[in-house]
């Protein structure tokens, strides 16, 4: 990955509005696949995403006292998803609760992969799904998910692997 210089506290021109946006154009695809996965909804996800990027404008944090940027900004991710999380949770029991949507005929077998994937994924326990994230769609290492998730290394690398048997379980309940 790059290196971008981070801006400073007391710089407050174009220098670092460009620097922030460096910062943001190389984390903010992969801070908003995390999201997106967690969180399950794309537009929950976009404002979690720009919700980290304006408390660190808001803030006037020092990123170069920040010793791994990236471990910083996905913190920073888990504490807002975690909020955010909270808040979907309502809004999916609410969806719920309407008639179900009937997938197309003429899906293809792909596509109903996908979903099938996808829909498997939701039924993870919020810890799991979240390890999963940051492992799939964050690129982490483990050691990387424990800094994050504020939790020890075997407990991550344990999360992920029961996610993968219960992925692999559901996944197989559905086969036709």
């Excluded at 979690?48 to 404008?57: A, H, P, S, Y």
């Amino acid at each position: 990955m790059a290196t971008i210089p981070a801006p400073s506290q007391e710089d407050d021109g174009p220098d670092r509005s460009a620097a922030l946006a460096a910062i943001y154009d190389v984390h903010a695809p992969r801070l908003f696949a995390v999201a997106r996965r967690i969180l399950r909804e794309p537009a929950d996800a976009e404002e979690c995403v720009q919700e980290i990027f304006v408390r660190l404008v808001e803030r006037g944090v020092d990123l170069n006292a920040v010793d791994d940027l990236s471990a910083y900004l996905f913190t920073s991710l888990h504490h807002t998803a975690a909020t955010r999380f909270k808040q979907s949770e309502r809004r999916l029991a609410l969806h719920q609760r309407a008639a179900p949507i009937e997938e197309p005929q003429t899906a293809s077998v792909d596509l109903l992969q996908t979903r099938a994937l996808e829909r498997a994924l939701q039924t993870l326990p919020l810890e799991q799904r979240e390890v999963v994230s940051l492992k799939v769609d964050g690129e982490l290492t483990f050691a990387e998910i424990a800094q994050v998730l504020g939790v020890g290394l075997n407990t991550a690398a344990s999360r992920y692997r029961y996610a993968l048997a219960k992925l692999k379980s559901a996944l197989e309940e559905n086969e036709p």
